[in-house]
């Protein structure tokens, strides 16, 4: 299966920007979707932001809305998060995961490091 490989993450202060990169090693079209999850430390690994591949169709957590935004580049292979506004509970590992069916294994990234100071 294709690997993916996260980048863009680190330290910003409450306010600021940063914009996640996830870079696929084959083409995304043969992907059903792509995800970003985070992981804080101490609790359950959730979902942030989903895309799907062919439609670019969009879902966010409830926490995320209107603060960040996951796209895609079939040129790239990648898929960004934007994130603005970030607070510090928006601290985490971030994942990036694709499937290639709705009901298919997820494939994960190897995360990275988003922190957020107040």
């Known amino acids: 299966q294709g690997q993916l490989v996260e980048s863009g993450g680190g330290l910003v202060q409450a306010g600021g920007s940063l914009r996640l990169s996830c870079a696929a090693s084959g083409s995304i079209i043969s992907f059903y979707d792509m995800a970003w999850h985070r992981q804080a430390p101490g609790k359950q690994r959730e979902l942030v932001a989903d895309?799907?591949?062919?439609?670019?169709?969009?879902d966010y957590a409830d926490s995320v809305e209107g603060r960040f935004t996951i796209s895609r580049d079939y040129a790239k292979n990648t898929v960004y998060l934007q994130m603005n506004s970030l607070k510090p509970e928006d601290t985490a590992v971030y994942y990036c995961?694709?499937?290639?069916?709705?009901?298919?294994?997820?494939?994960w990234g190897q995360g990275t490091q988003v922190t957020v100071s107040s």
């Open positions: 995961n694709y499937r290639v069916s709705p009901w298919g294994t997820r494939y």
């Open positions: 895309i799907i591949i062919s439609g670019g169709s969009t």
